[in-house]
């Protein structure tokens, strides 16, 4: 239980009792998924009583990006900033570490939020659709967090230095679960698809622009990766 309550107060503002030894999650970053269930799964607590599904939608957006305390979404626009950067590598890097948040972090930060409120709206069942979305959001960044090379040192470094080539194979067995949710088997194939096309995808842009990959890269996977997860089961 201490790796994983080591990983809660990493991924979480949960009040989970007194700081413990990062490198009790650090060796286990396997083990990421299941921060998805738990903040999935409190967020679904509220969710559950309210009605309209415009209000619904919106809660549960607010709710996995608040409980996170916005960390992640953090790290979604500094991306959007280094992407949307112009010039070389070198510049690029710099607008993605740079503290301040410019027109592409807005932008990114609008667009990714945009989406998966529309596809938590659009879902058959917004709670199915929010579980499974974190967990895979979760799962991209145990997956970055392994093969993503780092180009600075931080903490995805670090992180990084412990992780093991099979440790995404572990991630994604603890998905398996999200087989007991009521969604069609054909919905699930497609939500693994797209869970492991993005960070892949963003992998290879992070390496091609960046160099490699920093803490910034995987939080942002968390956020692009949720989203467009719960996008694809509403689009099925």
């Given at each position: 239980?201490?790796?994983?309550?080591?990983?809660?107060?990493?991924?979480?503002?949960?009040?989970?009792?007194?700081?413990?030894?990062?490198?009790?999650?650090?060796?286990?970053?396997?083990?990421?998924?299941?921060?998805?269930?738990?903040?999935?799964?409190?967020?679904a607590i509220p969710v559950f009583f309210i009605r309209d599904t415009v209000l619904a939608a919106a809660v549960?957006?607010?709710?996995?990006?608040?409980?996170?305390?916005?960390?992640?979404?953090?790290?979604?626009?500094?991306?959007?900033?280094?992407?949307?950067?112009?010039?070389?590598?070198?510049?690029?890097?710099?607008?993605?570490?740079?503290?301040?948040?410019?027109?592409?972090?807005?932008?990114?930060?609008?667009?990714?939020?945009?989406?998966?409120?529309?596809?938590?709206?659009?879902?058959?069942?917004?709670?199915?659709?929010?579980?499974?979305?974190?967990?895979?959001?979760?799962?991209?960044?145990?997956?970055?967090?392994?093969?993503?090379?780092?180009?600075?040192?931080?903490?995805?470094?670090?992180?990084?230095?412990?992780?093991?080539?099979?440790?995404?194979?572990?991630?994604?067995?603890?998905?398996?679960?999200?087989?007991?949710?009521?969604?069609?088997?054909?919905?699930?194939?497609?939500?693994?698809?797209?869970?492991?096309?993005?960070?892949?995808?963003?992998?290879?842009?992070?390496?091609?622009?960046?160099?490699?990959?920093?803490?910034?890269?995987?939080?942002?996977?968390?956020?692009?990766?949720?989203?467009?997860?719960?996008?694809?089961?509403?689009?099925v």
């Open positions: 239980m201490r790796p994983v309550l080591s990983l809660l107060q990493f991924t979480t503002l949960l009040p989970v009792g007194k700081p413990l030894d990062f490198d009790l999650f650090a060796r286990h970053s396997w083990i990421f998924p299941i921060a998805g269930y738990v903040i999935a799964l409190l967020v549960a957006v607010a709710g996995v990006i608040l409980l996170s305390g916005a960390h992640h979404f953090d790290g979604l626009l500094d991306l959007g900033d280094g992407l949307m950067a112009q010039g070389d590598r070198e510049k690029r890097t710099r607008a993605l570490t740079d503290r301040c948040v410019g027109a592409g972090g807005i932008a990114a930060g609008i667009v990714v939020t945009l989406l998966l409120f529309a596809g938590l709206h659009a879902a058959t069942s917004l709670i199915s659709a929010l579980i499974i979305g974190e967990v895979a959001a979760k799962f991209s960044m145990a997956f970055l967090t392994t093969y993503g090379a780092p180009f600075k040192e931080g903490m995805h470094s670090y992180l990084h230095r412990f992780s093991k080539p099979w440790f995404p194979f572990l991630s994604l067995l603890l998905c398996i679960p999200l087989v007991l949710l009521p969604v069609s088997p054909f919905r699930l194939a497609v939500a693994a698809l797209m869970m492991i096309l993005c960070p892949v995808v963003l992998l290879t842009i992070s390496e091609r622009i960046f160099g490699g990959v920093n803490g910034d890269v995987v939080g942002a996977s968390n956020e692009i990766t949720r989203a467009l997860v719960v996008v694809a089961l509403a689009l």
